[in-house]
């Protein structure tokens, strides 16, 4: 299984980004998908996840109602759209995988290399 996030960058505060997570090697449509996070110095941080058909998704406190999740199991990709960010949403963001519907990382068996957001003036 390869996961590949793309679409990070630097981004003024109040902007926007959308992250991008492309699936190989695994049915996508059959498994679970979560974004979790990472800054400096931090623990890993649960962002959210969607279940495998897209119907659902759960979000961390931190970033519920600017941050939406979406999946198009067609292309084999997973979607992270980060609206009103905030310096302190700086951090590397990965993607990863899951039979399980959890927010512990613990249950995510594969994971991408991550894509660094930066939100700086």
């Known amino acids: 299984v390869q996961l590949v996030e793309s679409g990070g960058g630097l981004v003024q505060p109040g902007g926007s980004l959308r992250l991008s997570c492309a699936a190989s090697?695994?049915?996508?449509?059959?498994?679970?998908m979560g974004w979790f996070r990472q800054a400096p110095g931090k623990e890993r941080e649960f962002v959210g996840f969607i279940n495998w058909s897209g119907i659902n998704t759960v979000y961390g406190d931190s970033v519920k109602g600017r941050f939406t999740i979406s999946r198009d199991n067609a292309k084999n990709t997973m979607y992270l759209q980060m609206n009103s960010l905030k310096p302190e949403d700086t951090a590397v963001y990965y993607c990863?995988?899951?039979?399980?519907?959890?927010?512990?990382?613990?249950?995510?068996?594969?994971w991408g290399r991550g894509t660094q957001v930066t939100v700086s003036s």
């Open positions: 090697g695994v049915i996508f449509s059959s498994i679970n």
């Open positions: 990863a995988a899951s039979q399980m519907f959890s927010s512990s990382q613990y249950q995510y068996r594969f």
